[in-house]
């Protein structure tokens, strides 16, 4: 089984940062795939970024030079900053995890974003 565990949400201006952090323990093979998503209401969960284990990256086209996806290897931690915050970027933010053929989910994080 495998946890995942988000920290670093909150409540910021337009135009501001934030770092969101996820903490993976379990049995994690050493070949996965990292990502966060996000869900705003009424709407449907969407990909934001992944990574691979080989850091190779995907972003969302909208957050594409606002925000930065990483992972430490060693210590199975996903960060992502999130710069130039707009409203829009308002969602609940969930880390995920695809481990072989499974895949995982932690609880959220609250992102708000006010205008």
């Known amino acids: 089984q495998v946890q995942l565990m988000e920290s670093g949400g909150g409540l910021v201006q337009a135009g501001g940062s934030l770092r969101l952090s996820c903490a993976a323990s379990?049995?994690?093979?050493?070949?996965?795939?990292m990502g966060w998503y996000r869900q705003a209401p009424g709407k449907q969960r969407e990909l934001v970024a992944k990574?691979?284990?080989?850091?190779?990256?995907t972003y969302a086209d909208s957050v594409k030079g606002r925000f930065t996806i990483s992972r430490d290897n060693a210590k199975n931690t996903l960060s992502l900053q999130m710069n130039s915050l707009k409203p829009e970027d308002t969602a609940v933010y969930y880390c995920?995890?695809?481990?072989?053929?499974?895949?995982?989910w932690g609880q959220g994080t609250q992102v708000t974003v006010s205008s």
């Open positions: 379990g049995r994690i093979l050493s070949l996965n795939v």
């Open positions: 990574i691979t284990t080989g850091v190779s990256t």
């Open positions: 995920n995890l695809v481990s072989g053929i499974r895949g995982y």
